[in-house]
């Protein structure tokens, strides 16, 4: 669920972030992606927990895809290659490393999910404070 609720969204971020900024599209999926992966950490549904996973890799593409060519637009071109090769090998595992762990470890996630969560809330919240808005962006709206 989770790659088709990120493939059924990618373009749309995308148009998104080149209307109204790259800043707040990223700022937005990171916030709402916290709020959903605590709903999803409290879950005891199955079926709240695969609307919420949708929900998650619909989010994630505006995180990865804009978030993405928002770094790069800060980068060097000697740096651009090992950093999207690193970027795209470990966003593609994230969704591997999440069934394995399900799958091993599932009755005893609260203390190990928890510090991530918080980890991903402050994340979100030291974003509004330290980026600025994409120079291209800028330039490109005048």
Not at 6 to 29: E, H, N
Request: aromatic share 16%.
């Amino acid at each position: 669920m989770y790659f088709i609720g990120w493939v059924s969204t990618v373009l749309i971020f995308g148009l998104l972030a080149d209307k109204f900024g790259r800043y707040w599209i990223v700022l937005l999926s990171f916030a709402v992606s916290t709020g959903i992966v605590i709903v999803e950490m409290l879950s005891t549904s199955l079926t709240l927990t695969i609307a919420m996973q949708f929900l998650f890799g619909a989010l994630s593409s505006g995180r990865t895809t804009v978030c993405f060519v928002y770094t790069y637009e800060w980068m060097t071109k000697k740096w651009k290659l090992i950093y999207g090769t690193s970027f795209i090998f470990i966003n593609g595992s994230i969704a591997l490393v999440i069934s394995l762990y399900f799958l091993i470890i599932s009755d005893h996630y609260m203390p190990i999910v928890s510090p991530a969560v918080i980890g991903e809330a402050l994340t979100s919240v030291g974003m509004l404070f330290l980026l600025a808005e994409s120079p291209l962006w800028q330039l490109k709206m005048g």
